[in-house]
């Protein structure tokens, strides 16, 4: 089966616009993880889905950020007026039931660049 | 504050040779931890995991050790191969489950030699 898939896997964006990134979970799985990547960094965990809500948005770095996931399956994470500090790798990762062990499948990332 | 550590942020081997990488943690209510691999342009990819009841958890070429007094977690690769070259994360989710955010160390960016 696919895993999970990111559009777009570029972004380039001048300051202060407004972007979108979406993520496609694997088929099935209930958990949604946004994280970001920065260079030289490990990614950095940005919220998470169970369903429908956010069960942990405690990563999201300012109320410029938002994600949703209205139907449980496909998610956005939705950026208003970006700066420069916005840029990074955004990787989304999908997992089955909780307590399966911890594993999540990551998509490839999209990677953002604020001018 | 980084709860997950990792500290060297590069090693070279040669191939058929031991690679070892290591991870420290400060946070002492984890108590499961992942390795990712990652690929230059994709996403991390799950390798192996330990729970704090083992000390030590094989799977083929790959062997996790836990050291729960030190903090301290390492990965062995034998024999390393050059396909192996990649950049490896230690992770860990929130004390007291298996699920769940995951905090990761920076990586350590390996390299094996033919």
């Known amino acids: 089966g696919a895993g999970v898939s990111q559009t777009p896997s570029n972004k380039v964006t001048e300051k202060g616009k407004y972007v979108e990134l979406r993520c496609d979970p694997i088929s099935g799985h209930t958990a949604l993880y946004w994280y970001r990547q920065s260079l030289g960094q490990g990614p950095e965990f940005l919220i998470y889905f169970q369903g429908t809500g956010a069960a942990d948005d405690s990563g999201l770095p300012n109320d410029r950020f938002f994600a949703v996931r209205p139907e449980g399956s496909v998610s956005t994470l939705k950026i208003q007026r970006t700066e420069r500090g916005d840029s990074a790798v955004y990787l989304c990762?999908?997992?089955?039931?909780?307590?399966?062990?911890?594993?999540?499948?990551f998509g490839p990332g999209t990677r953002l660049t604020v001018l | 504050d980084q709860q997950v550590k990792q500290n060297s942020p590069s090693l070279s081997v040669q191939e058929g040779r031991i690679s070892i990488l290591n991870c420290d943690y400060t946070n002492s209510m984890f108590d499961y931890f992942l390795w990712y691999k990652k690929y230059p342009a994709e996403g991390p990819t799950f390798l192996i995991s330990i729970s704090s009841i083992k000390d030590k958890n094989e799977d083929g070429r790959f062997t996790v050790f836990l050291n729960k007094s030190a903090k301290h977690l390492s990965l062995h690769i034998v024999p390393s191969q050059p396909g192996d070259s990649a950049v490896y994360f230690c992770a860990a989710p929130p004390g007291g489950t298996s699920y769940g955010k995951l905090t990761f160390g920076q990586g350590t960016i390996l390299t094996v030699h033919p």
């Open positions: 990762a999908s997992s089955s039931i909780p307590g399966q062990g911890g594993e999540q499948f």
